[in-house]
């Protein structure tokens, strides 16, 4: 059946067989000989395609770079997946900043290429730390744009422009999110398995490609101790007693319950900080807090006997989660509620996200330097009993996270914020792949990477996108932008311009089907209620199918039991037979000869 | 394309490509590793396919197998003679299985016959307790490397005969997403 694909398709299947390879090569050269006769194509043609098919493929799958190597060989694939996620966020970041430059910034460069910037302001290089001051009139911030329609070859409608570049920016982020979550979903845990955990360790969790002497004693070591923590473990889960159990709920709850408190006092300390408006420190405390809290979560760790190392991490980062959420929403609804009753309120919000970014990323370097260059130090040559410290996967992830929602919020108010977002990205990887290679060690747990890995999408999307576009939508919905800067000066709310912009609309003829589909489609409520209901129809008829499918594997693998014990049933009545009846048989034979 | 190469013919060349999922540059840098190895023993000149075949001591001190805990089977599986002395076809086999290109189940066949010690196409109890017993360097009891093959066989056996056919390995490689990034060597 192989001669019947193109030859493409030859190629691919003739690489999968599982052969050695001179088979491989003589079936091969069955199929050239066929070919050669039976079309009149050159040679050449074929190797051509050949070429380009090969160096498609591998310009699309690899990405081997000689660092990539060190850290697979050192540290395996589960901090590769910390950098994979880092690259990925830095695309949404160079994808955000070239269609806001292109077509926010762009437009009014080309229109009005000198900021308005008063006589007595000039550029001091305080303002990269700070935001304010020269960078305040410039196209940096909100403030900067127009509202006007800028005459020229065409007109540009600023207005418009601004809403619609933001909006379709957060839909296709909203997009690309929800993909890559549900594909992520679909491989790493509905086809994966949890219930074999110790087949699983002893025959897929070796990782081949690491090649370190030292990583590889390790993990040697790490899958001993795994090992022998989960027989333990069995045998523990009977012996517990109910005092036991008692006082280890009580050393949960404790911890619960003083995390919460961290949290209610970093709002607390960030709320009055807020209050008296101190410029740079509101953000140096934010960022002091979002470094320090961890470290206090870590160390409950060390008490609390979780029965798994992954319901410790889970732990870990639903603490974590609720920390920086916390920390957001009262910046948030500071801004919404207090700073918005400002003059140019927009471009003072833009500043806070442009301050808060920067700290951020100082913090993270300091965090970096602190954490695991005098980690390293401390532990190899003060005190030699901690060691070298850990690659602690997941907290550097949310770290990523947290930094990426602080561009999804600033990029309404500051369209130019995800330029710095990518300065910051670019060098937080080349930083932390030295202080990687320099100062730490492979994380201990060889966990599941991948099962990990869709968690992380997962918490990017909820609850930190959807409340970055939450914030964005409530703004542009409900708030009033400032009256004298800005490109939505002098109207209701910023969503009106579309109003406006279908109301022009009606002078134009040929475009009365714009206009029916916004008053019957976008305005009215009954479509959404309509759309929801059949949304819903739809899930509960997958939600059905998917139940029936899962009856349907628990009878396959009965089936499967069944036709085991059937063989087996068999193979002993054949042995019975055969041991019972072998004079039986002679005679046969003999009967026959004669 | 520059200079041209006089280890192999073009034929040959293509002849890798289509079989294999490594390019021609990299076809040719394996012959320079593999030459490396024993430089007095591998012809540069393989035009008209020479007969020679390294043995399994030599390989087993590449780089990316040296610290392997199962590079002595990984080279036995994809030699022919079953005692790991390669050629270099197989050689190039090998990597080429070994590469993140290869599919899921051309891995799948391969890992098995790695893990088969006795290579009777079953993964019994003896072939577990070799695994883990390489996997720990031996600091599990007895008692303890019993368990742990007890209970892997009890959880990925699915036709209940007390050893892992190809199908239940196949099956548990199926639900584990890592198998592709884990069982890798790069080369």
Same mark, same amino acid.
């Given at each position: 059946e192989l001669v019947a694909l193109s030859t493409r398709d030859q190629i691919r299947a003739i690489r999968e067989l599982p052969m050695s390879f001179g088979e491989k090569k003589h079936i091969r050269s069955g199929f050239e000989s066929q070919a050669v006769k039976d079309d009149k194509l050159p040679f050449q043609c074929h190797s051509a395609d050949r070429v380009n098919h090969y160096t498609l493929q591998r310009v699309i799958k690899q990405n081997s770079t000689v660092q990539r190597l060190e850290v697979i060989g050192k540290f395996g694939t589960s901090v590769l997946s910390y950098f994979v996620f880092l690259k990925w966020l830095l695309m949404f970041n160079i994808f955000s900043f070239l269609i806001n430059f292109g077509f926010i910034t762009i437009p009014l460069l080309v229109y009005d290429p000198l900021p308005n910037i008063p006589p007595n302001v000039s550029f001091r290089g305080l303002e990269i730390l700070t935001g304010v001051g020269y960078f305040n009139y410039t196209v940096m911030y909100y403030g900067g744009y127009s509202n006007e329609t800028l005459v020229g070859q065409v007109d540009y409608n600023m207005q418009l422009a601004y809403f619609f570049t933001i909006a379709v920016y957060m839909v296709l982020c909203g997009i690309a999110l929800i993909f890559s979550m549900a594909s992520s979903f679909k491989t790493n845990h509905v086809l994966a398995d949890p219930a074999s955990e110790s087949a699983w360790q002893l025959l897929c969790s070796w990782d081949f490609s690491v090649t370190n002497e030292k990583a590889v004693r390790q993990r040697k070591n790490n899958l001993c101790v795994q090992l022998k923590e989960s027989l333990s473990e069995k045998a523990q889960r009977k012996r517990l007693t109910l005092s036991e159990k008692l006082g280890h709920f009580g050393v949960y709850l404790g911890s619960w319950l003083l995390s919460t408190c961290l949290i209610l006092a970093t709002d607390a300390a960030n709320w009055s900080l807020l209050q008296e408006a101190k410029t740079l420190l509101v953000p140096f405390v934010v960022s002091l807090m979002n470094l320090v809290v961890p470290l206090f979560y870590s160390l409950f760790n060390k008490f609390e006997h979780y029965s798994s190392h992954r319901r410790l991490i889970y732990a870990l980062v639903v603490r974590n989660v609720f920390l920086k959420v916390s920390i957001l929403a009262v910046l948030c609804y500071y801004w919404m509620n207090v700073v918005a009753e400002t003059f140019c309120w927009e471009s003072m919000v833009g500043q806070a996200l442009y301050r808060l970014v920067v700290v951020d990323f100082l913090f993270l370097m300091l965090g970096s330097f602190f954490g695991e260059f005098l980690s390293n130090v401390i532990g190899t040559r003060l005190l030699p009993r901690i060691g070298v410290p850990e690659f602690d996967v997941a907290r550097n992830v949310l770290e990523l996270i947290y930094a990426q929602t602080l561009a999804w919020l600033g990029i309404y108010f500051a369209p130019l914020l995800p330029a710095i977002q990518i300065v910051k990205f670019f060098i937080l990887f080349y930083l932390k792949k030295v202080s990687l290679t320099q100062n730490c060690q492979p994380p201990q747990r060889t966990g599941r990477a991948a099962q990990m890995q869709t968690i992380f999408i997962a918490l990017l999307f909820f609850p930190f996108f959807v409340g970055a576009l939450s914030i964005v939508a409530y703004v542009s919905w409900s708030l009033t932008p400032s009256e004298?800067? *800005?490109?939505?000066? *002098?109207?209701?709310?910023?969503?009106s311009v579309v109003g406006v912009w279908i109301h022009h609309l009606e002078d134009i003829p040929g475009s009365q089907w714009a206009i029916w589909i916004y008053q019957n489609i976008i305005k009215s409520e009954i479509f959404y209620f309509i759309v929801t209901l059949i949304i819903l129809m739809i899930i509960y008829v997958f939600w059905q199918v998917t139940q029936g499918r899962k009856e349907l594997i628990v009878l396959l693998k009965q089936q499967i039991v069944n036709e085991g014990k059937d063989k087996s049933y068999l193979l002993d009545k054949l042995q019975n037979l055969q041991t019972s009846q072998p004079n039986k048989t002679n005679k046969l034979m003999n009967q026959k000869k004669v | 394309m520059g200079n041209k190469q006089t280890i192999f013919t073009d034929e040959q060349l293509d002849a890798y490509q289509d079989c294999t999922f490594f390019t021609r540059k990299e076809i040719l840098r394996l012959h320079s590793r593999y030459h490396e190895l024993a430089p007095h023993l591998v012809p540069m000149d393989y035009t008209n396919d020479p007969e020679c075949k390294l043995p399994l001591a030599l390989i087993v001190n590449m780089p990316e197998l040296k610290e392997n805990p199962f590079r002595n089977r990984i080279i036995e599986s994809f030699s022919e003679d079953g005692q790991g002395n390669l050629s270099f076809n197989e050689f190039v086999d090998m990597f080429s299985v070994l590469s993140e290109m290869a599919p899921r189940e051309l891995k799948a066949i391969y890992a098995f016959k790695i893990y088969d010690f006795n290579v009777d196409n079953y993964l019994c109890k003896e072939d577990l307790e070799k695994t883990l017993n390489k996997l720990t360097k031996e600091e599990l009891t007895p008692e303890e490397v019993e368990l742990v093959c007890e209970k892997a066989i009890e959880e990925a056996d699915l036709d209940g005969d007390n050893k892992l056919s190809f199908a239940d390995f196949e099956n548990m490689i199926s639900r584990a997403p890592d198998f592709l990034s884990t069982f890798h060597i790069r080369i």
């Open positions: 004298h800067c *800005g490109p939505f000066r *002098g109207l209701n709310n910023s969503f | -």
